[in-house]
């Protein structure tokens, strides 16, 4: 029986294990460790909290009262050094033993700094933390030239965030449009483009160095034949999951901890969820999704994995990004399509695409219409057939194709 389970890290991933035991009906001990001054949430980190619209109590997960409400002995500031599963204990970096029935690992990644000459500047910045954001915004005053290495989720808000504080931002990626897996190439274009239209400089082009020159930082990018000069660079090119406590207890980790469909690491006794979990479905080894929606659903699985209830239904992933004011949406296998319909056009304030295979939806992305999503949502969910005619008008309701 379950009497006693530790937490480690306080993401969504760890906050949401938490409230997901309490709310099954958990009532043993449970305690949820973490490095950080207390849980909060991390997609803000490169828009209100960034721009300084929103500080870091407006980010909490949850408020004090909360932990004290459902019970939950919050640990903060604290690392957790090792598990030692076998002999039922969670060390902390202090040496301090924490007995532990079920562990679970919500530790959450780093940034990836990947080995370009001259990365270790400390005018070369990266955003996974909100010490790091702490450290960014003061770099980002009107006028600073700001390189923006990478265009996906969190480089692109990074380049939006800069460009509406009145820097002059340059945003680079080596691939002609970032995000065309996943939203289609037409929407990933036309979000790319968007950038050019709220005065940020694109081009496609890796990094090959970073020359710190004490005033301001030269980079050399690859093709070019002089470097460019910034003052600050912000990279955004990916992360790297936490998995050395994974791997230290001995569990299987390959590019990831590796969990079965209840979030099950290689030894009973541990769980993983979140940004660091690799799930092993049906012998197949699937990407980890780095989602923040994902990481909720990864810890109401393991809560009832616990507790042993069933499982929630799995549902569609889907996450969000906000950019120039714009706010997208995205639901589904985007890549998996093979037919793409378009609803509304790339000029109206809302509209959406949806991708299809074998007369079904199986994905949908959208700008400024969350409704959409969620209609799509359902018919992935639920298998309904689309007629393209229909879903194509955006005079018809999208709750009525939910009917079949
Ligand atoms: C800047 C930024 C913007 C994002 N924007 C979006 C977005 O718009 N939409 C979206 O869907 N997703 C977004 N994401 C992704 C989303 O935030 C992540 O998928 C989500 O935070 C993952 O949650 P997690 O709990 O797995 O990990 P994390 O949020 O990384 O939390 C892990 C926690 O574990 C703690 N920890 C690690 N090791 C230890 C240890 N040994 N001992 C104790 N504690 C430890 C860390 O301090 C941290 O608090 C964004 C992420 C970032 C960084």
Redesign the pocket.
Known sequence: MTERVVI???????VSTAGALRAGGFNGDLTL????EF?YD??P??KEFLAGTKDIKQIALQSPQWYDDQCIRLVNR???GALRPRDGKVELADGTLLPADRVVL????GAARPPIPGIDSERVHV??SADDADRLRPALVAGARVLVVGAG??GA?VASTAVHLGCEVTLVDPVATPLAVALGPELATWLHELHQRHGVTTAQAAVESFTDRGDAIEVRLAGATEPQVFDVVVLGVGMVP?TE?AALAGLEVDRGIVVDTGQVTSNPAVLA????ARTRDGGVLLPRT??????QHDGARAAATILGTPAPAPAASW????RHGRHVEAVGHMDAAEQTVLRGSFDDTAFSVFGLRDGLVVAAAAVDDSSAVRAARRMIDRRIAADVGRLSDPSVNLRSLLRG
Do not use: M
Request: charged share 20%; aromatic share 6%; hydrophobic share 45%.
């Open positions: 480690v890290g306080g993401g969504i991933a760890g460790v973490d490095a950080g849980p991390r997609p980190l490169s604290t690392a957790v919500a530790t959450g990644g955003l996974r989720l969190i808000e936490n406590l969820v979140g940004d660091p780095e989602h923040w929606e994902a990481a996450f969000w990004t906000d």
